[in-house]
């Protein structure tokens, strides 16, 4: 699966934003669409996940704030992102976790990183 991230950019503390990434390749072998994100210094952590059922569930860090959706007719997935504070600043990756099959036919878990965009929020 490749995917491609965008959106990202500089916004004063309370504004918003909204990520994109595209998803192409291997769309039926995923199970889930992923944003993570990592600050400088820290360690990338896990923001929000939207299943291939539909349910999604945000990080307790970005709740009420942040959510995720996606339009399967572009096998696009958003990250809207409101009331954005400065700790928010990072690094922001979508990636895409599913399964693959080795040459045995076994299904062998796998996670697809897109780039990453960086989004800024000033104080």
């Known amino acids: 699966v490749q995917l491609q991230a965008s959106g990202g950019g500089l916004v004063q503390a309370g504004g918003c934003l909204r990520l994109?990434?595209?998803?192409?390749?291997?769309?039926?072998?995923?199970?889930?669409m992923e944003w993570y994100r990592q600050a400088p210094g820290k360690q990338r952590e896990l923001v929000a996940i939207?299943?291939?059922?539909?349910?999604?569930n945000v990080a307790d860090s970005v709740k009420g704030r942040f959510t995720t959706s996606r339009n399967n007719a572009k096998n696009t997935v958003y990250l809207q992102m409101n009331s954005l504070k400065p700790e928010d600043t990072a690094v922001y990756y979508c990636a895409a976790e599913g399964l693959s099959y080795n040459d045995y036919g076994e299904p062998v878990a796998r996670r697809d990183w897109g780039q990453g965009t960086q989004v800024t929020v000033s104080s």
């Open positions: 939207i299943r291939s059922g539909g349910s999604t």
């Open positions: 994109s990434c595209a998803a192409s390749g291997s769309i039926s072998s995923i199970n889930a």
